[in-house]
């Protein structure tokens, strides 16, 4: 099955703490991104990728790092997190045509307390 | 000026009317747009994609673009409780790889 899986689907941490969010697809994609859902403001992009070893950021990457040794892996680091980080964020992948759609993965929702 | 933006909602509809979404956008030249639903908690879900002008069916919905207006929209027929739901509309701006989203309209379906 065609899928975009993310892991944790849910985490509470602390701030400070390092955390690795993982996003994994299988159907081969050369663009991959990740974005942010807040209430009122919609799905933000944090960074995206173009292809292996081919990264660039978004509107919000303050504070995130990312990187695509492979091209079906794209981790979102939170290197040092704080509490504005608390969000819900969505990992997409699409083929590399532009007219292609976006696949989502199911989410994980971050508490950084 | 947003690069996208949608009416504001909530839009609440009775069972079996036809519910209007209504998206602009601010890049003329952007070619490729796309309506998402999203339940509450879950991940976005494409509906429908359009590139060229005019209207494009896919069983209740229609979406219709207007490049010169700057204006896309989706329409649902027959709406069904299982319609009530966030949609996103996103469009793929021009010399750019990233996809711009709306706030999203939140549309209610009443039984």
């Known amino acids: 099955e065609a899928q975009v899986t993310q892991n944790p689907r849910y985490l509470i941490t602390v701030t400070g703490k390092k955390l690795t969010v993982t996003c994994s697809q299988n159907m081969n994609h050369e663009y991959m991104s990740w974005y942010r859902q807040d209430p009122g403001l919609g799905l933000r992009q944090i960074y995206y990728s173009m292809n292996v070893e081919v990264t660039d950021k978004g509107d919000v990457p303050e504070g995130y790092k990312v990187s695509r040794k492979e091209k079906r892996n794209f981790p979102l680091i939170l290197e040092s997190p704080s509490p504005n980080q608390t969000s819900l964020y969505f990992c997409?992948?699409?083929?590399?045509?532009?007219?292609?759609?976006?696949?989502f993965g199911d989410g994980t929702r971050l508490s950084i307390l | 000026q947003k690069e996208v933006e949608q009416n504001s909602g909530p839009l609440s509809v009775p069972e079996g009317a036809i519910a209007s979404l209504n998206c602009t956008y601010s890049d003329r030249g952007s070619q490729s747009f796309f309506w998402y639903r999203q339940y509450s908690g879950k991940s976005p879900e494409l509906i429908m994609s359009?590139?060229?002008?005019g209207d494009k069916e896919d069983g209740r919905f229609t979406a219709q673009l207007n490049k010169a207006s700057q204006y896309v929209s989706l329409l649902i027929r027959d709406s069904q409780p299982s319609d009530s739901a966030t949609y996103l509309c996103a469009v793929r701006l021009s010399n750019d790889y990233k996809l711009s989203f709306g706030a999203g309209t939140t549309v209610t379906v009443r039984a």
């Open positions: 997409a992948s699409r083929d590399g045509q532009d007219n292609q759609p976006q696949h």
């Open positions: 359009i590139y060229s002008n």
